[in-house]
């Protein structure tokens, strides 16, 4: 679920996030992107636990096709190459 909320106060302590008029969330600032400001909105996804994992499992699936495919095309690159013959 992606909820979209509005940063009504920042303090030392806390965040304040408005989702609707009356719905608020209070997070620690330290959860916050960098250089947040009053005023600026945010997005707030809530995931399972299983979501998360497997988002994490996809993510870095993802990541190590592109570097494997990556590795594949510098082999055929460097097979080709008149130095490599």
Known sequence: MLITATISE????????SITKT?????PPS???????VGQSVSIEILSRM???ARQKNIAQAIL????????????ASQNSPQAQ
Request: glycine content about 6%; some cysteine.
């Open 65 to 76: 096709d592109e570097i494997l495919k990556g590795n594949g095309q510098n082999q055929n």
């Open 31 to 37: 959860c916050l992107p960098k250089n947040s400001k």
């Open 10 to 17: 920042i303090n030392a302590k806390e965040a304040v996030l």
């Open 51 to 53: 979501q998360q994992q």
């Open 23 to 27: 719905r608020q969330a209070t997070l």
